[in-house]
Antibody
Framework: EVQLVESGGGLVQPGGSLRLSCEAS????????MDWVRQAPGKGLEWVGR??????????EYAASVKGRFTISRDDSKNSLYLQMNSLNNEDTAVYFC?????????????????WGQGTLVTVSS | DIQMTQSPSSLSASVGDRVTITCRAS??????LVWFQHKPGKAPKSLIY???SLQTGVPSKFSGSRSGTDFTLTISSLQPEDFATYYC?????????FGGGTKVEIK
């Protein structure tokens, strides 16, 4: 069974930093892309960023709203995904979800999200 | 960026109703669209990928279709467990973008 469990959320002051973790189980992490998605209170889903798999050199993509402040990394040997968040502001308050990216084709792959964690709440407030 | 315009933003329906939700992409995304179901406090659930393909384990009452840049999620017979918020997302290009969501409520 695929499981994704986020941790590391909490209360942080504006300008502060926080590191989220996501522990993956039930599948081979190294085969997949991994995403972070967030949901601010009362709002819809917002894609934060993605890290590709080893076969695609672990390259990353980010939403404009977090680029330069957030960094996604992974350690496949520990079955873990990370989100380092710096220079946090009130607009970053949200539940943060990790999600697995999958492609079912053998060529010309476009990765879509097929499994999600339950999320961890980050509150930025003084 | 590709904009995903989802409609309606909310709807009220009864058990047994057929429900249709639409997403319009601001440019061609081929079939690179996924639909999610999200209930409060739960992990979102993937329903349909590649616009039409049912995710493993998802009941066949859910279906997806495409006409150009318009995509539709249909629930053939709404059940109590289907009351939730539904989102579309395109994965043709970065940044990946979501529709604004459709909250399906009980009439």
């Amino acid at each position: 069974e695929v499981q994704l469990v986020e941790s590391g959320g909490g209360l942080v002051q504006p300008g502060g930093s926080l590191r989220l973790s996501c522990e993956a189980s039930g599948f081979t992490l190294s085969d997949h892309y991994m995403d972070w998605v967030r949901q601010a209170p009362g709002k819809g889903l917002e894609w934060v960023g993605r890290i590709r798999n080893k076969a695609n050199s672990y390259t990353t993509e980010y939403a404009a709203s977090v680029k330069g402040r957030f960094t996604i990394s992974r350690d496949d040997s520990k079955n873990s995904l990370y989100l380092q968040m710096n220079s946090l502001n009130n607009e970053d308050t949200a539940v943060y979800f990790c999600a697995r990216g999958t492609c079912r084709r053998s060529t010309n792959c476009y990765y879509y999200i097929d499994y999600w964690g339950q999320g961890t709440l980050v509150t930025v407030s003084s | 960026d590709i904009q995903m315009t989802q409609s309606p933003s909310s709807l009220s329906a009864s058990v047994g109703d057929r429900v249709t939700i639409t997403c319009r992409a601001s440019q061609d995304i081929s079939n690179y669209l996924v639909w999610f179901q999200h209930k409060p406090g739960k992990a979102p659930k993937s329903l349909i990928y590649d616009a039409f393909s049912l995710q493993t384990g998802v009941p066949s009452k859910f279906s997806g279709s495409r006409s150009g840049t318009d995509f539709t999620l249909t629930i053939s017979s709404l059940q109590p467990e289907d009351f939730a918020t539904y989102y579309c997302q395109q994965y043709k290009s970065y940044p990946l973008t979501f529709g604004g969501g459709t909250k399906v409520e009980i009439k």
